[in-house]
């Protein structure tokens, strides 16, 4: 066991109980090939949640996920693995860091959401290729930071019709202070969203900071007072690598920063950033306890 997992555990023994703990934490995975297969990350039984990353090809005429050199095949049996023997949440997060997408009409939204019920979900039309098989992926993320948000409220829509006796969950990954041109703030509006990953870093402006905590919290308070019925994570760095800012000690996480936020009604749980440096850090092993 790693001595920090111990430290921190013994803090969170020694402290008050937390408000609301939900024991839900999420992680991105797809975004480096070292970081092992995606059964291996359901099978450490830290995650309730992992994210695909990206589908990041989409809007004109043609469809792409990166998985970073991942290969596909297998993907689609590791998916039903997670589902059912580990009951971890599999989601295709659709967008990403790169510029290759859009939905410049509503037709195009319309288009998008029936190849994603077609090739990931629970659709299966004849001639659309299945990149994972026959494995149903429970729903689609929205990390939208380019092409702005308009339309993707028509993709929420679409999916929502999409549903074939299946359920699809859909969540959005947002900049703790997102602007609304390069956002998934479109899609947020049609309350359809159900939960909300909200990054707390790479914007100085609401990371948590322990000797300023009010860009944090106010931040926090925003998200989760717009979005009443969506429950609202705390998206984090896994590693002080993984990002250029935001990462917190798992002892400041316990005792300042989930404290915090847990006393709000629709706190979900943590988001990790990513799969890759949380497998070397432990981080999502040390902070279980604590979400």
Same mark, same amino acid.
């Given at each position: 066991?790693?001595?920090?997992?111990?430290?921190?555990?013994?803090?969170?023994?020694?402290?008050?109980?937390?408000?609301?703990?939900?024991?839900?934490?999420?992680?991105?995975?797809?975004?480096?090939?070292?970081?092992?297969?995606?059964?291996?990350?359901?099978?450490?039984?830290?995650?309730?949640?992992?994210?695909?990353?990206?589908?990041?090809?989409?809007?004109?005429?043609?469809?792409?996920?990166?998985?970073? #050199?991942?290969?596909?095949?297998?993907?689609?049996?590791?998916?039903?693995?997670?589902? %059912?023997?580990?009951? !971890? =949440? $599999? &989601? @295709?997060?659709?967008?990403?860091?790169?510029?290759?997408?859009?939905?410049?009409?509503?037709?195009?939204?319309?288009?998008?959401?029936?190849?994603?019920?077609?090739?990931?979900?629970?659709?299966?039309?004849?001639?659309?290729?299945?990149?994972?098989?026959?494995?149903?992926?429970?729903?689609?993320?929205?990390?939208?930071?380019? #092409?702005?948000?308009?339309?993707?409220?028509?993709?929420?829509?679409?999916?929502?019709? %999409?549903?074939?006796? !299946? =359920? $699809? &969950? @859909?969540?959005?990954?947002?900049?703790?202070?997102?602007?609304?041109?390069?956002?998934?703030?479109?899609?947020?509006?049609?309350?359809?969203?159900?939960?909300?990953?909200?990054?707390?870093?790479?914007?100085?402006?609401?990371?948590?900071?322990?000797?300023?905590?009010?860009?944090?919290?106010?931040?926090?308070?925003?998200?989760?007072?717009?979005?009443?019925?969506?429950?609202?994570?705390?998206?984090?760095?896994?590693?002080?690598?993984?990002?250029?800012?935001?990462?917190?000690?798992?002892?400041?996480?316990?005792?300042?920063?989930?404290?915090?936020?847990?006393?709000?009604?629709?706190?979900?749980?943590?988001?990790?950033?990513?799969?890759?440096?949380?497998?070397?850090?432990?981080?999502?092993?040390?902070?279980?306890?604590?979400?």
């Amino acid at each position: 066991m790693p001595l920090l997992f111990v430290a921190v555990l013994f803090i969170l023994l020694a402290a008050p109980a937390a408000a609301r703990k939900t024991g839900e934490l999420a992680v991105f995975w797809g975004r480096n090939k070292d970081e092992g297969t995606l059964r291996e990350a359901c099978d450490t039984g830290i995650y309730t949640t992992v994210i695909i990353s990206f589908f990041s090809v989409f809007g004109h005429g043609n469809y792409w996920t990166d998985l970073s #050199g991942h290969a596909v095949a297998g993907v689609g049996a590791d998916i039903k693995h997670c589902q %059912h023997a580990k009951n !971890v =949440t $599999v &989601l @295709l997060s659709v967008g990403g860091d790169g510029d290759q997408y859009s939905l410049p009409t509503p037709k195009t939204a319309e288009d998008v959401a029936g190849h994603l019920w077609d090739a990931y979900l629970g659709g299966g039309r004849k001639g659309v290729f299945r990149p994972f098989g026959d494995a149903v992926l429970d729903g689609i993320d929205l990390y939208i930071d380019h #092409g702005g948000s308009a339309n993707y409220d028509e993709l929420a829509m679409h999916l929502s019709r %999409h549903r074939g006796g !299946v =359920t $699809v &969950l @859909l969540t959005a990954t947002v900049r703790c202070m997102d602007g609304q041109e390069t956002s998934a703030e479109a899609a947020l509006a049609t309350g359809l969203v159900r939960r909300l990953h909200v990054r707390f870093y790479g914007d100085r402006s609401c990371s948590y900071d322990s000797s300023e905590r009010r860009p944090f919290y106010g931040s926090w308070l925003g998200w989760a007072e717009r979005y009443t019925n969506a429950s609202v994570y705390v998206g984090l760095p896994a590693a002080r690598d993984a990002a250029s800012d935001g990462w917190i000690s798992p002892a400041s996480l316990a005792l300042d920063a989930l404290p915090l936020v847990q006393g709000t009604a629709n706190y979900g749980g943590v988001m990790l950033w990513n799969r890759h440096f949380d497998r070397s850090s432990h981080y999502g092993l040390t902070i279980k306890p604590m979400v």
